[in-house]
């Protein structure tokens, strides 16, 4: 969720407001009924089995089909991306802790890559060498698009035993030979633009 310089909490678009509103609501009854509510904000979760609409299944799916040009839209916008097992155990170490009830705890690596720096380092690893297409009707209209996103991590650190098991280069592994089983690569469609 994006944040003012002030410190306030953005609404840049439909879907984070909702998610702000809904994280208010959870603290609201913490705060009214004293109801046990941790609310975790994991930073883009990434793992076997994703949505075609993100970034890592569209660039590896269309690498092992062989494509030798990729379709993509902005490439300037960072990320903090976390494994999905990393991001389980987060979740648990936080329902074990016996505070931060009524807070907001992220989940991340507190590092962020750009697009075109991670389809570069997902080429390395897929030994494949690629050219990036720039496609219009794959960029986010202007002002939706959030252009940095970078986990706070240090409530995690500081309140559980959390550590992140999987480096990035790791975890694309991970990905890249899940997605490499033919079998798994039936729920993708290389050449489809998935919203």
């Known amino acids: 969720v994006p944040i003012n310089e002030d410190h306030s909490i953005v609404g840049q678009s439909p879907y984070s407001s909702s998610k702000i509103a809904a994280d208010q609501l959870a603290i609201s009854y913490y705060k009214s009924f004293?109801?046990?509510?941790?609310?975790?904000r994991p930073f883009n979760v990434y793992g076997p089995r994703q949505s075609a609409r993100a970034i890592i299944p569209t660039v590896v799916s269309q690498i092992i089909s062989g494509r030798k040009e990729i379709e993509l839209g902005n490439l300037l916008p960072t990320r903090d991306l976390t494994y999905v097992m990393?991001?389980?155990?987060?979740?648990?170490?936080?329902?074990?802790?016996?505070?931060?009830?009524?807070?907001?705890?992220?989940?991340?690596?507190?590092?962020?890559?750009?697009?075109?720096?991670?389809?570069?380092?997902?080429?390395?690893?897929?030994?494949?060498?690629?050219?990036?297409?720039?496609?219009?009707?794959?960029?986010?209209?202007?002002?939706?698009?959030?252009?940095?996103?970078?986990?706070?991590?240090?409530?995690?650190?500081?309140?559980?035993?959390?550590?992140?098991?999987?480096?990035?280069?790791?975890?694309?592994?991970?990905?890249?030979?899940?997605?490499?089983?033919?079998?798994?690569?039936?729920i993708y469609k290389s050449e489809v633009y998935n919203v």
């Open 86 to 186: 990393d991001t389980c155990s987060g979740f648990y170490e936080i329902y074990k802790c016996e505070t931060l009830f009524g807070e907001i705890t992220n989940i991340g690596m507190n590092d962020e890559i750009s697009i075109q720096d991670l389809v570069d380092l997902i080429s390395r690893l897929m030994d494949s060498e690629i050219k990036i297409k720039v496609s219009e009707e794959r960029i986010r209209p202007d002002n939706s698009e959030v252009e940095r996103l970078l986990c706070d991590n240090s409530k995690i650190i500081k309140n559980t035993k959390w550590e992140p098991k999987y480096s990035l280069e790791n975890g694309l592994a991970a990905v890249i030979e899940w997605m490499g089983n033919p079998e798994n690569m039936t």
């Open 34 to 40: 004293k109801l046990p509510i941790k609310i975790v």
